[in-house]
């Protein structure tokens, strides 16, 4: 049976192997994924399998490697937001001529992203790109921001949590 994590939208927390975990969410809320639309800030409802890591050189150190898909990322890395794009909701190398997001940002979000498996088999223009699981930015008094669709946890929790994590695994939003 594939081990779950769940997400209380509602209480902000992330459950995993007994703990809750404060967790942020999207600025829009939680929805259900077939009313998810791409640039919504919504957080999309359901089961997402974990698909892999992306973990950034020299913000992160392993002291072994984790157990689900990883790699290092590059400064070149992005991720299609653009409907328009053949790619969209796909990784992608910069310079690209489509909307997307660098996957080395200036502040810490996408030191560690767990990609969920949400629109993408395959990916579907319009519903929804790069809801991801990723370390949350906190606002000028120290609080989590929301984030554009994604589930966001701190650093330290993520570092605790990155080690146990499995591709078999499934985060379940509710």
């Known amino acids: 049976m594939t081990m779950r994590l ?17 967790c942020a969410i999207g600025k829009g809320g939680a929805c259900a994924a077939s009313e998810k639309r791409e640039g919504d800030g919504c957080t999309p409802r359901g089961i997402w399998p ?10 992160v150190a392993l002291t072994r490697a984790p157990l689900l898909p990883w790699r290092w990322t590059r400064a070149n890395d992005g991720w299609s937001d653009s409907i328009d ?8 190398l910069l310079p690209h001529p489509f909307s997307h997001e660098h996957l080395q940002r200036e502040d810490a979000a996408y ?14 223009p319009g519903l929804g790109s790069a809801i991801f699981w990723h370390i949350w930015v906190a606002d000028t008094v120290g609080l989590p921001k929301p ?26 939003i509710q």
């Open 6 to 22: 769940r997400v209380d939208t509602a209480a902000r927390l992330l459950h995993f192997n007994g703990e809750a975990i404060p």
């Open 50 to 59: 974990i698909r892999g890591a992306l973990l950034r050189p020299g913000r």
């Open 85 to 92: 794009d053949p790619a969209y909701n796909r990784p992608i």
């Open 111 to 124: 030191d560690i992203v767990i990609v969920l498996g949400h629109n993408d088999a395959p990916p579907q």
């Open 147 to 172: 984030t554009e669709g994604c589930i966001a946890i701190s650093r330290a929790d993520m570092d605790r949590i990155l080690p146990a994590l499995e591709s078999s695994m499934a985060m379940e």
